[in-house]
């Protein structure tokens, strides 16, 4: 037995005012009063679809309320509208499988045969629901409120519209159908008054009833099944079968806009990857790495070091006496590129050195075919070592040529370092070092390293690269790629915004109807999540594949900056619609929309 307690129904006058009533198992329940007394708004607190009004429900002396009166409306009451609840683009099979799949179910054709019998439905399974008379229309939307075995039917003014015939039907269905469940109903017709066991009367915010005879609820305790995810999938097909139309147009904006901003943030991808190589062309991989506050060997260390780097060589502390000056010699590897440095080249020789125009001027006055002879001082922690040795003189650098390991002097002598270190191994045995070179084939693995290094707290000679120039350039693609990205992203989600919402407005009286059926708003923001997923997955299949196809075209093969695109692209359209999609549906409530549709 279901009991309402204090119902307070008021929307522009107060409807009923603090009313009381009950309603017995197994039995026809009938409201009357005039248009506009109230009955179809004390349904939907019957219902449990109201909750704005003010009402205490009873459901067998439970006292029902919160959440729990959505899974007891979903487990237990079926409503069938005043108009049929029914789908025009479904056919009557369509129509019943769609109603059963909300409650987890899928009908069998017999299952089918059976509820068509039950309602004295001579139709055929196939035919499309709006080529049916009025009255088959009520009693299918009766059938289709009897899949999931509610314990109570409740049914707005059923026979409305229908002649004397098919009115005494549908009550003849009801009669024989309340001998399993409660059926409550309002209406007019002076016809259901002989159908029913108790009669309320409202008339003037007031509540009057007819004697009756309660029966014990044998209808036993209902569940109220969570929607599966094959529901989402078979329904989400379903409705983006119905709105074509809307859904391609989707699906071509975001192809257009993921597409777009795939290739453009290639196309930036590439012009900074080739802007930065030809930067890196003027300049060297390569830094010092050391633990002092100093990193050029002209200036006095205090702490040595040893690293264990692959990557990294000693740096050796040398020097030759040039008239009186101290030049230092500093390295230069196998992999190196003089070429661009050398204002005049003497010979080509394996070990030959390097040096600025001041220091060739002087020692070219005491060479000998192109060989100069120097005395050599190497630096330790033992002290100083001196040795002699002989060098074949290469060239003479570019007065413009920068050189990274001196600040004091502007003389120096390139020696290759293979040539440095033999000198040095047969002169000192020490183990520990001012410092390191370190070099690496491209810069992105050495501003790798230099990042770690840093982070180890040792001090870092990056002059080598000129990181500054080369940050400042990778950061203003980066923000290059960011707008263009940005904006891409920013007009796809304002066009979506429009048509979703467009969409969803198509779609409300359908979501509505899925809330009459039980399904609570979690339950449609999984529907539409699943949507959206399916649909963002689609365009991200499409759009990926011409992607690729157009970067390859364009000649363009790096894909990473394109797939961070996607990914942010697809991840905020959809937060978006998740967004969107949720405030729609949370602003759904099911006895206004009604009452809208009503007016």
Avoid at 67 to 87: A, G, K, T
Avoid at 432 to 443: E, F
């Amino acid at each position: 037995m279901i009991e309402l307690k204090d119902v307070t129904i008021a929307y522009d006058r107060v409807i009923l005012d603090h009313a009381s009533f009950s309603i017995p198992a197994h039995s026809i329940t009938l409201l009357r009063g005039k248009s506009g007394s109230g009955k179809t708004a004390l349904l939907y607190c019957i219902a449990l679809m109201d909750n704005k009004s003010s009402y205490k429900y009873f459901y067998d002396g439970k006292l029902i309320e919160g959440e729990e009166r959505d899974e007891y409306r979903r487990s237990r009451i079926s409503y069938v509208l005043q108009e049929s609840s029914l789908l025009p683009h479904l056919d009557v099979t369509g129509t019943l499988q769609y109603f059963a799949s909300i409650h987890n179910k899928v009908l069998t054709d017999d299952d089918i045969d059976e509820y068509l019998d039950r309602m004295h439905l001579d139709v055929s399974p196939s035919q499309n629901v709006m080529t049916l008379s009025l009255g088959e229309r009520q009693r299918l939307s009766i059938a289709c409120a009897l899949i999931s075995h509610p314990q109570v039917l409740i049914l707005d003014e059923p026979t409305a519209s229908l002649d004397h015939d098919n009115e005494i039907q549908i009550y003849e269905i009801l009669k024989e159908l309340s001998h399993d469940m409660t059926i409550v109903m309002a209406s007019h017709s002076d016809c259901a008054i002989e159908y029913a066991d108790i009669t309320y009367m409202i008339e003037d915010g007031m509540l009057s009833s007819s004697d009756f005879l309660l029966s014990e609820d044998q209808s036993g305790e209902g569940t109220a099944p969570s929607i599966n995810q094959n529901f989402c999938i078979e329904y989400v097909k379903t409705y983006m079968k119905h709105y074509r139309f809307m859904y391609v147009l989707l699906l071509m904006v975001f192809v257009l806009s993921l597409v777009s901003c795939q290739v453009m943030t290639g196309i930036i991808h590439n012009s900074k990857k080739q802007a930065m190589q030809m930067l890196v062309g003027q300049l060297e991989n390569k830094a010092i790495i050391t633990k002092d506050e100093h990193f050029y060997v002209d200036q006095d260390y205090s702490k040595l070091i040893t690293l264990n780097d692959k990557n990294a060589y000693p740096l050796y502390k040398m020097s030759t006496d040039v008239n009186g000056e101290e030049v230092f010699i500093v390295p230069y590897f196998k992999e190196d590129d003089l070429s661009k440095y050398i204002d005049r080249p003497i010979q080509d020789k394996q070990n030959g050195i390097y040096m600025d125009e001041s220091t060739f001027y002087i020692l070219n006055q005491k060479s000998k075919n192109n060989k100069i002879s120097l005395d050599i001082t190497i630096k330790d922690r033992e002290g100083m070592h001196q040795t002699e040795h002989s060098f074949d003189m290469n060239g003479v650098f570019k007065n413009s040529k920068q050189v990274h390991y001196v600040v004091k002097s502007q003389r120096y002598i390139y020696m290759p370092y293979s040539l440095i270190k033999s000198i040095y191994e047969k002169n000192s045995k020490d183990k520990q070092y001012i410092g390191y070179v370190i070099c690496y084939d491209t810069y992105d693995a050495l501003e790798k390293a230099l990042k770690g290094y840093e982070k180890s707290g040792y001090t870092i000679n990056d002059s080598f690269t000129d990181r500054e120039s080369m940050n400042s350039l990778n950061n203003y693609y980066q923000m290059l790629m960011f707008t263009f990205a940005g904006i891409i992203i920013l007009v796809a989600m304002i066009i979506d915004i429009v048509l979703e919402s467009h969409l969803l407005m198509q779609r409300k009286s359908e979501l509505v109807l899925l809330r009459i059926s039980g399904l609570r708003e979690k339950d449609l923001i999984h529907i539409s999540l699943t949507e959206s997923i399916i649909g963002l997955c689609a365009v991200l299949v499409i759009s990926t594949i011409i992607s690729i196809i157009m970067l390859l075209l364009t000649g363009i093969f790096s894909l990473v900056a394109p797939l961070i695109s996607t990914f942010v692209f697809i991840i905020a359209l959809l937060l978006e619609r998740v967004m969107t999609q949720s405030r729609f549906i949370k602003k759904i409530d099911i006895v206004t929309e009604l009452r809208n549709e009503v007016v």
